[in-house]
């Protein structure tokens, strides 16, 4: 914490904390103790309470070292809770952090909140839903980058190893557009109650955007098919490289759901149309062999997934048929599966 004092120029503090190396880049909110002080107080749990090692570098992960964070990152007393649940996702082994953190792909974790929560913190989930305007959203976010790197030490050049990184770096954070979706949220299909409050920690890439204008259900799995197709070309291996998160927006949701796609459906068709056979994938690619070390022949489909159950739905962003996809990338399996924590709300 910083020393407390109403005399002190408030840019004084801001730039003390740029020379302790707190920041991510932008100022950041001075953790004072009065401040410091609400937060604990919002979170309503122990301030010691150790919630886990942050990789890379195995920090202690404590309640009042997330109020810290949550506070520079200018977040309100009442995220506290969203806060320490996503911090509670990171930590999780089935989340691997320290390979996330150290990739030179850059990934970043993308929260996605379900449940009443949003509309009580204001969590934006429809018009510019990955972009700048919505407090919770922003904050929310950078907090956890912040545990990242305060509490991990992934810092960038050093432990974070991204090669390019992306905005989501800052702050990834989206709400699901549940009031506006025939579809099952996502935290219902990962078991939990629909008036359950959940965050759920996906190791992501940046968004891209895909879209057809006024385009039938077809046309939009076509464009996105195309567009996934794309990304093979960054494999190594071409034996099921990821897992990849999918935004729907309002128009592209109605025109599936009236041609009669479910979730399911729409996991289906992704999984069995984003191959390239043997040929083409060793042009970006190592050599190609089965496990008995035979060479697979060029006419054999790869496929980019492991199985449906990799592809991730979300709705969310308003209607004018926009899509985003955001490849989650594996090269073992098992590695930086997403992770949903119920958010212990206090109201």
Same mark, same amino acid.
């Given at each position: ?126 018009? !510019? ?20 790197? !305060? ?56 968004? !891209? ?139």
């Amino acid at each position: 914490m910083v020393e407390e004092d109403s005399v002190r120029d408030a840019l004084e503090l801001i730039e003390e904390c740029y020379e302790r190396g707190w920041t991510d880049g932008l100022p950041v909110v001075p953790p004072t103790a009065s401040g410091l002080e609400r937060m604990i107080h919002a979170a309503g749990r122990d301030p010691h309470e150790a919630l886990g090692v942050l990789a890379p570098k195995d920090g202690i992960l404590t309640v009042e070292k997330v109020a810290l964070n949550a506070l520079m990152a200018g977040c309100k007393p009442e995220y506290m809770p969203v806060v320490i649940a996503a911090a509670e996702a990171i930590v999780d082994p089935k989340f691997n952090l320290r390979f996330n953190s150290r990739s030179t792909r850059g990934p970043a974790p993308l929260l996605v909140i379900n449940g009443p929560i949003r509309q009580r913190l204001e969590i934006n989930c429809r018009s !510019n839903v990955f972009g700048p305007g919505w407090r919770a959203n922003a904050t929310i976010g950078r907090a956890v980058r912040l545990l990242i790197r !305060n509490v991990g030490g992934a810092l960038p050049g050093e432990m974070d190893r991204a090669t390019l990184g992306h905005p989501g770096k800052y702050t990834y954070c989206i709400g699901e557009d549940e009031e506006h979706s025939p579809w099952e949220p996502l935290h219902v299909e990962r078991g939990f109650a629909k008036e359950d409050s959940v965050v759920t920690v996906i190791s992501c890439e940046g968004p !891209n955007q895909f879209g057809v204008a006024k385009g039938t259900a077809d046309m939009i799995l076509e464009a996105l098919v195309e567009a996934l197709r794309s990304i093979m070309r960054f494999s190594s291996n071409y034996r099921g490289i990821g897992d990849v998160t999918i935004v729907f927006d309002t128009d592209q949701r109605n025109e599936l759901v009236k041609a009669g796609y479910s979730k399911a459906d729409v996991r289906r068709h992704i999984f069995a149309n984003t191959w390239r056979t043997a040929g083409e994938a060793r042009r970006f690619s190592s050599p190609l062999t089965e496990d008995s070390g035979a060479e697979i022949p060029d006419h054999q489909p790869m496929h980019l997934f492991t199985s449906e159950k990799t592809i991730y739905i979300i709705a969310a962003g308003a209607g004018n048929r926009f899509g985003a996809f955001m490849p989650t990338w594996r090269s073992i399996p098992g590695v930086a599966e997403p992770v949903s924590r119920r958010i212990r709300d206090s109201e």
